[in-house]
T-cell receptor
Framework: KAGVTQTPRYLIKTRGQQVTLSCSPI?????VSWYQQTPGQGLQFLFE???????NKGNFPGRFSGRQFSNSRSEMNVSTLELGDSALYLC????????????FGPGTRLTVT | AQSVTQLDSQVPVFEEAPVELRCNYS??????LFWYVQYPNQGLQLLLK??????LVKGINGFEAEFNKSQTSFHLRKPSVHISDTAEYFC????????????FGSGTRLLVRP
């Protein structure tokens, strides 16, 4: 099976712009989670989707949003980018409804200038 | 709220020596426990997991970990490391009630020297 894929792999944006990141889960996986990784804050949970419904959201401002499509692919959007949004954004998918085993993609490296 | 502590930010070790990376979590409620490895410019790869049953779990690449409920620990061990084991290692926990949300430790960089 193909692994979790994320596009694009690298992205450079300017403050104030918005960005959309995409994640394709492993075939058959219905749960998709997003994480932000920074040197200062480490790995932090953003949100998780299952069957097109957001089940939980981490402690991030409303500028961070996401959605899941009927084919389980997911996108996350960050509006009004700030310098502090520079990070590696990781997507993970899981086959289980409870999602206790997550498989991660390679991430999207976002740089905000 | 659940939290994970990895006390060692960096662990240097010589090749073929044993290594232990420490992980403690905050809550004694029923949890799932994981160790992930991250190589430079890559995502996270699952090394091993504890869901239930035997407290000693074996993973890929010769790693193993022991779940200790009384000490709320889940330390990772390998009897003999290789240069290729140089990477960042993350311990993670999820509550069984919300197991889709992983709480990660701050990571331990394992540096294997020849």
């Amino acid at each position: 099976k193909a692994g979790v894929t994320q596009t694009p792999r690298y992205l450079i944006k300017t403050r104030g712009q918005q960005v959309t990141l995409s994640c394709s889960p492993i075939s058959g996986h219905r749960s998709v989670s997003w994480y932000q990784q920074t040197p200062g804050q480490g790995l932090q949970f953003l949100f998780e989707y299952f069957s097109e419904t957001q089940r939980n959201k981490g402690n991030f401002p409303g500028r961070f949003s996401g959605r899941q499509f009927s084919n389980s692919r997911s996108e996350m959007n960050v509006s009004t980018l700030e310098l502090g949004d520079s990070a590696l954004y990781l997507c993970a998918s899981s086959p289980q409804r409870k999602g206790y085993e997550q498989y991660f993609g390679p991430g999207t490296r976002l740089t905000v200038t | 709220a659940q939290s994970v502590t990895q006390l060692d930010s960096q662990v240097p070790v010589f090749e073929e020596a044993p290594v232990e990376l420490r992980c403690n979590y905050s809550s004694s409620v029923s949890v799932y426990l994981f160790w992930y490895v991250q190589y430079p410019n890559q995502g996270l790869q699952l090394l091993l997991k504890y869901l239930s049953g035997s407290t000693l779990v074996k993973g890929i690449n010769g790693f193993e970990a022991e779940f200790n409920k009384s000490q709320t620990s889940f330390h990772l061990r390998k009897p003999s490391v290789h240069i290729s084991d140089t990477a960042e290692y993350f311990c993670a926990v999820s509550d069984r009630g919300s197991s889709y949300k992983l709480i990660f430790g701050s990571g331990t960089r394992l540096l294997v020297r020849p």
